[in-house]
């Protein structure tokens, strides 16, 4: 079995294998709390709303997929080629809509892996305030699971299949035991991607209903990205060049396969086959 190396500089970021309940069980565990998240898990009151609650959120709202698109025509790539052009105004809506679609499922798919992710800290983290800041972000991307499961269901049914690479990607990192792979990988990469992209869909987007459900969002995301900020803050400037590399690689993986997620058609030739495209011409 591979030894796990742990990159640790702060004790508030300690951590023992997945499978070493008994670790948590160590009686001068449980006072030896750090209060390096006691703000941002005080603040978890301040910003809580509920998908299932209509005061917050109603997705009966009405959209109509078949004649508006979701988003501006200038925000979807597909519709600059000679190909999709050449298709009816119908078509051209609905394509520009399946493309949201498959957006807003990997999304979806991202809180789901942000969601598991967090459960894991719980498993690894020994500080008491790092684990009860790890149940909390658990909790609100549950919410946020919730929410965007009702947000497609409401416009489409069901979320598409996601992709091979954001699915590998995903996948590597809920099932790292390295913290700094799985603080990297989610709390700064992915959401901080995130983030530009709930700011853009709620700036932008022509469906109310996606709007007020980022702005909800964000209330949360930036207090999860503010964990990894703690963690760069106490790490980053203590680490020897060779712990930097193996960092900075790591960062530089999942930054470009994120990109290569974002941009390469072939992620989402899914969508593409009903309107007679092929993703490789």
Sequence with gaps: MTEIRQITKD????????????AMMEVDRY???STAFDKIISATHDHFWDPLDVKYIDFTE???LENQ???PEEMVPELKLPCVQA????SQVKLANESARWALSSI????QGALNLSA??????RDPGAQEYA???TREEARHVTAFAKYVQARWGKPLPVGTTLGGLLTDIVRAPEVYKKIVGMQMLVEGLAMGAFATLYAKSNDPLLVKLTQLVMTDEAFHHKFGKIWADRTIPNLSQEEQNIIEDWAAECFQTLLFNLVNPEQKQVIYGEFGLDWQK
């Design 11 to 22: 004790n508030a970021y300690d951590a023992v294998a997945p499978d070493d309940f008994p």
């Design 135 to 137: 149940a909390n972000q």
């Design 62 to 64: 009405p959209f109509d």
């Design 108 to 111: 979806l798919h991202g809180e």
């Design 69 to 71: 698109m979701i988003m």
């Design 31 to 33: 006072n030896a709390r």
């Design 87 to 90: 298709l009816d105004r119908k």
């Design 120 to 125: 894991s800290l719980c498993h690894i983290l």
